[in-house]
């Protein structure tokens, strides 16, 4: 049994058919493809699966798909905003509160809402507050720290600009955004972008991107005629596709040179994608991978 | 989970016609942190969930110094944080507080923890010591349960298949009164009570003496309870270590409980009566110090 839901998704409607049995995080993660929120327990006990539901911390999890139309429901894909890490990702990569990662989606979820109903928590507080959400790695101290610092700079009373240095790592940012996978900390691999074009060309990044360029005004290296979207050559599985500048889906498996890129081998070509030129959400998969 | 439908109904009309169509097969689904983790875990099985949400009125509180009054799809949340709750009946909301975690109490409903029935039920002791009553509407209409007879057993309570809670009330002890909740368990947080407890004494005017005291235990018996006969030692006496150490024992006397996972039966019948003693001491200095009244 199936029902077509809406859900506000990071600001963008999107419109797809759910089982009665699907939870949101089943949703947001297997049709959505955002799968930056991530499955910890399935029990609601370990909050990898935070989201904000009409600005509320839940548990994905628990949440049925269904019950959730009409809803709005933010990710972590979301929190960053043209291309800029919302303060908690970037004091979370600075203070190296990320180290395997799984746990990091859902815990600044998590942080956001405490600091959003509570902007000068107390050392004790923030331990409080996210308590929901469960960390093996990093034994929490520099996760504190973080969100001490966070709150400092969005309250405006951060001692200064520090230096930008990542502590978290080279797959720190991607932790932080949800784009990276979950891993041990030397996650490796060339970062190929797939680009659309409005006049829908294709074509490859020239270069490895790094996390979190902008992919608009990338220089694509060969370009199809206008209404083809052909592969120029072999592209691998997991390549990010892009559209509008906007990742909207990553290639589902291996694509050969010459097959059509549409929605059979990418993951999520949508059209429901609210387009909004100009704006970046991070990434190339701070947005909807 | 095996297969389930969905009904949202959009009044309380349809959703208890609904239950009582599909009698025995359907359950009403508030938050779900209980009944969803109990169907992924193959504990229960439901073919058809009533879903319980966006009704007009039923997540209200409404709070006096005199008592309050909730709608059972009151989130969790709502009572930690409720500014009325907080200040007239903070062992109630602080108890609201102890559950779960800010992501299970942002979901979790009034209702539903007290459907659930666990004997450590974290809102029941609180709600047990103020004489709370809950409404329940069916097929006949309304009716008034007191929580005291609410619950049957580890899950079982009063409601017919196809009824809902429709909110629970209290009103507050005559003043000076003073409350207090604590939940022992192993984990500062996202834990289930090894034992809870919640202690009220209603002192005279003069703060001399127990006027009324009300002791309710979770966590130790198949349901949570009040424990009448230790409460009735504390009439017209003041709280004295003697005294104390008596109702503990009457209290521990009463609890019947089970050895489990979590802990064995032993030590949650010395928690019994150390909490229970706290409980009563607490209450007495907060009560008789400058300022102390109304909790």
Redesign the interface.
Known sequence: ?K?TITLLVNGSPRTLAVT??ATLLDVLRDDLGLTGTKYGC????C?AC?IL?DG????SC???A??ADGHTVETIEGMARGGKLHPLQKAFVEEGAVQCGYCTPGMIM?AR??LEQNPHPSEEEIR??L???LCRCTGYEKIVRAVQAAAEEMAGTGVGSKPAVDRAGSTGAAKATGAGEATAPEAAGTEHVLVLHPEDNVGVATSRLAVGTAVKGVSVREEVPVGHKVALRDIPAGTYVVKYGVPIGRARANIAAGSWVHDHNVLDISEEVMVRPGEFSGAPAGGEV | MTDFTVWEPATPEQALALLGAWKGQARPLAGGTDLLVQMKQGKVRYSHLVSLQGWAGWDEITVGPDGFRMGALARISDLEYHAGLKEHFPFLAGAAGELGSRQVRNLATLGGNLCNAAPSAETAPSLLTLDAVVTVVGPAGEREVPLEAFFTGPGGTVLGADELVRGVYARAPRAPWYGVYYKLSPRRAMDIAVVNVAVVLVLDTGKEKVEEARIALGAVAPTPLRVRGAEDMLAGKAVTADLVERVASACVAAARPITDVRAPAEYRRAMVRELVGRGLRECWRALREEGGDGA
């Open positions: 049994m029902k009665h049995t399935g029990h609601g006990d909050g935070t539901l509320r911390a839940v548990p628990l949440v049925l269904v019950r998590s809402a405490l409080r507050g308590a929901g959400n």
